[in-house]
């Protein structure tokens, strides 16, 4: 991950949707601690909000959004706390068998063990963020090629995850009041979330992940909406050619070249939906107008047009004698001595 897309990441909790739900679970926490007993309700609301919030943030980020979504009711609704509580499960499940097993291991593999389960916890964070299914994250191999596929950017996350605990306990060792390190906390855990999510869409096309809002994405709607709006365009054409206007076809089709400078992109994708063959004679006149604008521009685009328009109609020329001239000198420059005896060109030479 580059470095500047790491800091963005981290510093996405800083945003405004952020920042103004910092504050408002500063607030509850602030609340539940002064509260003591009471307050314990309060503080679970708000600390079941907090996770329930990162998971949308890391799949948000993951998914490519620039900025950290706005907390909604359905966001914290018990119906949607699906992987919050899956995460809270694994964790119990794996805390408990290994205190079942703390006596048969033994103090120094038991330590080992835990260790390893802790550096594997932000992989089993993104899978939950990203899998279909919620055992995903309990899969070893699965969170061992997640990890591998982050590569870097996974020790990125360990490190950020240690310098965020030793910034806690060391505010918290300073004696720093409740309401601060409750900001900290909250500012930090989302940091480490969002991190998670830049994270998997950082490295997306290696774990065969398809972020909605990544480039590629945009650039195939872009493109599907390109295609439609030249579908309906010929359909117009079409009807006009099939209605035996095609003067009118021969216009609406000037006026969309003239519109778009006449640019040599919009000559080929117009000649290539031209293809059928009650359209053969606007295809002829458009590949005469587009092959009289490319010479003298790109000599080679002038030959792979002649070449095309030969394959599909053996009867093509260009407009006027004097350009079928210039192309068959073309061809017989670039060696193509076939093409310049096939535009008339009378003496091909030895071979």
């Known amino acids: 991950m580059p470095p500047r897309a790491f800091l963005r990441y981290i510093a996405l909790p800083a945003r405004p949707n952020g920042v103004l739900l910092i504050g408002v679970l500063t607030i509850g926490f602030e609340l539940a601690v002064r509260a003591r007993f009471v307050g314990i309700p309060l503080g679970a609301m708000m600390l079941f909000w907090l996770f329930a919030y990162s998971y949308v943030l890391l799949e948000h980020v993951a998914h490519g959004t620039r900025e950290p979504p706005v907390l909604t009711i359905e966001m914290v609704n018990p119906t949607a706390a699906g992987r919050p509580l899956a995460q809270f499960g694994i964790v119990l499940l794996v805390w408990t068998g290994l205190h079942l097993l703390a006596q048969p291991l033994g103090p120094a593999l038991l330590h080992v063990l835990e260790a390893l389960l802790l550096l594997a916890l932000p992989a089993s964070i993104a899978a939950l963020g990203i899998a279909e299914h919620w055992w995903q994250a309990l899969l070893p191999g699965a969170l061992w090629s997640l990890a ?3 590569g870097g950017s996974y020790l990125l996350l360990l490190a950020l995850a240690l310098f965020y605990t030793a910034v806690l306990v060391g505010l918290n060792a300073v004696g720093l009041p409740t309401w601060l390190l409750c900001v900290a906390f909250t500012f930090a855990w989302l940091s480490l979330y969002a991190a998670i999510g830049g994270a998997l869409f950082e490295a997306r096309t290696a774990l065969g992940f398809e972020a909605m809002h990544a480039p590629e994405r945009a650039e195939q709607r872009r493109d599907a909406e390109r295609e439609q709006t030249r579908a309906r365009f010929m359909d117009g054409i079409y009807g006009q050619a099939r209605g035996g206007n095609h003067a009118g076809a021969w216009q609406t089709l000037q006026r969309e070249l003239a519109a778009q400078r006449h640019d ?7 000649l290539a939906a031209l293809a059928a063959p009650e359209l053969g004679l606007l295809a002829q ?22 070449r095309e328009r030969l394959a599909l109609d053996p009867t093509f020329r260009p407009r006027s004698a004097t350009e079928t001239a210039r192309v068959a000198e073309l061809a017989r420059l670039a060696g193509d001595r076939g093409l310049a005896a096939r535009l008339g060109e009378v003496d091909q030479g030895p071979a």
């Open 148 to 150: 591998r596929a982050l």
């Open 264 to 270: 040599f992109e919009v000559y080929d994708w117009m």
């Open 285 to 306: 006149r458009l590949a005469q107008e587009y092959l009289s604008r490319a010479l003298g521009r790109d000599n080679g685009l002038v030959l792979r047009i002649v």
